[in-house]
C-alpha cells in the first residue's frame, strides 16, 4: 500500500497543468503548491534545497517522470506535490524524454526513512504503463491523489 504518498499528499497538493515551462519553473511551482496548504516557514530556502539536489544529478526517472526531491528542517513532516505537465518538461532524463508527471517531495533531514519509503513506492507505482496513463489522463486532482492513495 502506498501509505507514505497517502498520508503526505493532498488533494490540494496535486496541479493538473503546471505553467512551468522549465524544472526550475516546475519546482517553484509546485514548492509554492505544498506552501500554500502547508504554510512553510521558509519558502525560498525550500526551494533552493531541491534546486540544490537537482544540480547534484537529474532527478528525471524515465518513461516520462520526474522526482525532484529535498531534506530540510524547513519541514517536520514528508511532504509530497504532484504535477502535470502534457507538453513535458526537460529534466535531462536517461532516456531523452520530458517529464510530463513530476512529484515533488520535501522531506526533514532527521528523518530518512519516510523519504526513502516514499520514493520507493513512486517507482513501484509508475513503473506501471497503466498508472502512468491513469495519472495523465486524470481529469482531477482528486482523481489523481487516489490513484497515488492505492493499495
Do not use: W
Not at 34 to 50: E, Y
Not at 106 to 132: D, F, M
Not at 138 to 149: F, G, P, R, W
Amino acid at each position: 500500500m502506498n501509505e507514505m504518498l497517502k498520508s503526505s499528499l493532498c488533494p490540494e497538493c496535486v496541479q493538473l497543468d503546471l505553467k512551468a515551462g522549465s524544472k526550475e519553473d516546475a519546482i517553484r511551482e509546485l514548492v509554492s503548491i505544498i506552501h500554500s496548504k502547508h504554510r512553510l516557514t521558509d519558502l525560498s530556502g525550500a526551494i533552493s534545497v531541491v534546486m540544490q539536489r537537482e544540480q547534484k544529478m537529474s532527478t528525471s526517472l524515465e518513461n516520462g517522470i520526474a522526482v525532484p526531491h529535498g531534506k530540510s528542517d524547513i519541514v517536520d513532516r514528508l511532504l509530497v506535490a504532484v504535477g502535470i505537465k502534457k507538453s513535458g518538461i526537460d529534466f535531462n532524463s536517461a532516456d531523452g524524454e520530458p517529464s510530463r508527471i513530476i512529484i515533488l517531495i520535501l522531506s526533514p533531514l532527521s528523518k530518512a526513512g519516510p523519504h526513502v519509503r516514499c520514493l520507493a513506492e513512486i517507482a513501484k507505482l509508475l513503473q506501471s504503463p497503466n498508472n502512468r496513463k491513469r495519472i495523465l489522463d486524470a481529469k482531477t486532482a482528486l482523481e489523481i491523489y487516489e490513484i497515488m492513495s492505492e493499495p
